[in-house]
């Protein structure tokens, strides 16, 4: 059989970090080319062929608008090429939930699109990146894998990009997925799914934006003022995630504030600090009254990020908004 040819795009992160020996704490997110990487994985006797193509050599909290762009472009052309089968893209984990999710939102799902990163460095003593990413290659060349809109592979894992979040700052087990749990468990040579592909030849929810608009994520705490959202909107806040308390809750004071940002035109969505959970609508807060959107089972993060696409798509009603989030 023909080994499949996957692309593999490199934007740096753990996953390509090094450091200064096997026991060090400190490393260079990107260090190691994308080349060395791809060619290590290439005696491991791995079924596939292996396209690399560098986007970046920098840690994710760096990543940003012209990584988006490009890495959006590179998936843009790999799904429409006969002749790859699926696209891996190196990642760190430090926002590789929302690269993962802007992709999901943006891109069709006839192809795999996988992304893959470590929480230790290359050179580190039980470095976790090779695995990661054999089991990363094992997803995209599985036929099983298209049909599932963008994928994070970690820890043995396969978590769909809508529901992965990183949730401890080191563990080599770091993200979680929420509402659903992890779609496969992987293995370099075995994967087990735990359902069908439940998007299968299914067109981008959203168009790539040609740009994307300033959105702020206000965080909540016990005896702030209406100061920050008022700060935000004077640096040209085109939307406001508020991380609330509990189900999505601040101070009176601060939800009036959001509420008469919200009557303004800027649309403002309730998301939650807690690590676990839906913030529903018109629980303690009168969303229907004030205008407001509950994020539902997204984070901050998330919800940023979504928020994002639909303002750039023209979509800023309140009720289109939370039809975007679900449960309207």
Not at 59 to 73: F, K, M, P, V
Not at 95 to 109: K, R, V
Not at 229 to 255: D, E, H, K, T, W
Not at 297 to 321: F, Q, S, T, Y
Request: aromatic share 4%; glycine share 12%.
């Amino acid at each position: 059989m023909t080994a499949q040819r996957i692309l593999v795009l490199g934007t740096g992160g753990t996953i390509a970090g090094w450091g200064s020996g096997a026991t060090g704490a400190a490393y260079r997110p990107g260090g190691v080319a994308l080349e060395s990487l791809v060619a290590h994985l290439a005696t491991l006797g791995l079924a596939a062929e292996l396209v690399p193509e560098e986007i970046a050599r920098i840690g994710s909290q760096d990543i940003g608008w012209a990584e988006w762009r490009a890495l959006h472009a590179a998936c843009t052309a790999a799904l429409a090429d006969p002749q790859i089968g699926g696209i891996l893209i190196a990642h760190g984990t430090d926002t590789a939930e929302e690269t993962g999710f802007l992709l999901d939102l943006t891109l069709p799902t006839t192809k795999p699109i996988v992304l893959v990163g470590a929480m230790r460095p290359a050179d580190a003593v039980g470095a976790d990146g090779m695995r990661n990413f054999a089991n990363a290659v094992k997803v995209a060349c599985d036929p099983q894998a298209a049909g599932r809109g963008v994928m994070l592979v970690m820890g043995d894992a396969v978590l769909a990009a809508r529901d992965a979040r990183k949730a401890a700052t080191s563990s080599v087990d770091a993200f979680r997925s929420f509402p659903r749990g992890p779609l496969a468990r992987v293995t370099p040579a075995s994967i087990d799914w735990f359902g069908p592909p439940h998007r299968m030849g299914a067109a981008a929810r959203y168009p790539f934006p040609p740009e994307l608009p300033r959105v702020a994520i206000l965080a909540a705490g016990a005896g702030m003022d209406e100061r920050p959202v008022q700060a935000l909107l004077g640096i040209g806040a085109r939307g406001i995630v508020l991380a609330g308390m509990g189900q999505g809750n601040a101070p009176r004071v601060v939800i009036d504030a959001l509420a008469r940002a919200a009557a303004s035109g800027v649309p403002v969505v309730r998301a939650t600090r807690v690590d676990e959970g839906l913030v529903d609508r018109n629980v303690e807060v009168d969303d229907d009254a004030l205008g407001l959107v509950a994020a539902r089972a997204l984070g901050p993060a998330k919800a940023r990020m979504l928020l994002m696409v639909l303002i750039a798509n023209g979509i800023v009603d309140p009720a289109r908004v939370q039809a975007a989030f679900g449960a309207g």
